[in-house]
């Protein structure tokens, strides 16, 4: 093993969550073990356990840090017509989900030993900050129940879609993200027709 680099305690901290996330590319978070981790990292077990106490929480910060990254993308949508908005905010998401595949298969997959209250706000941060952009997209300031319930139900979709296309694979990459913004703009479409028939 070589000799461990000197990092400031944050850096070293982000090396060994790249190190744990490098490795939920290729095996769920929970067959990854601490010697993986330590030797992706080319670091010693008592320097991992020097910061972090446990291989759990190891596991929430690098989980965290996939919903984070889908947060950011939502967050730096391109200027645009709102469709084109939408679009690349959902490549972004499919970008990031592909990157970190097991570990966001694992956020979202049920019954996994991963998921906590703790990942389960960080998915729901993500999923409000969707719904958030959506209505800045449309210009909607005061969307209506219905609207929100939509929009709710569409976040469901895409994290649904996602999940069966990361383990199939049985969709295109190119058709995904094209195919879940002509899904929204269906699902709103129907809101909308049905607003205008309700007395």
């Known amino acids: ?47 991992f356990y020097r910061y972090f106490p446990s291989l759990r929480e190891l596991q929430m910060q690098a989980l965290r840090t996939v919903t984070d990254g889908l947060v950011d993308r939502l967050a730096t949508l391109e200027e645009g017509p709102p469709e084109e908005r939408l679009r690349a905010a959902v490549r972004g998401l499919v970008d990031v989900a592909a990157h970190y595949r097991e570990g966001y298969v694992a956020l979202l997959r049920s019954g996994s030993v991963i998921a906590t209250s703790e990942t389960d706000a960080a998915i729901d941060e993500v999923r409000n900050r969707a719904v958030e952009l959506i209505l800045e997209a449309l210009a909607i300031p005061e969307p209506s129940p219905l609207v929100l319930l939509t929009l709710r139900c569409w976040t469901a979709v895409v994290e649904g879609a996602l999940l069966s296309w990361l ?10 993200d094209g195919w879940l913004v002509d899904q929204l703009t269906a699902m709103l479409a129907a809101t909308d027709a049905h607003v205008a028939t309700t007395p």
């Open 1 to 47: 093993m070589s000799r461990p680099r000197r990092m400031t305690a944050q850096a070293r901290r982000d090396d060994l969550i790249a190190a744990a996330l490098d490795l939920f590319g290729t095996r769920a978070p929970e067959l990854v073990t601490v010697d993986d981790i330590v030797a992706r990292a080319e670091v010693s077990r008592p320097l």
């Open 167 to 176: 383990q199939e694979g049985t969709v295109a990459r190119e058709t995904l």
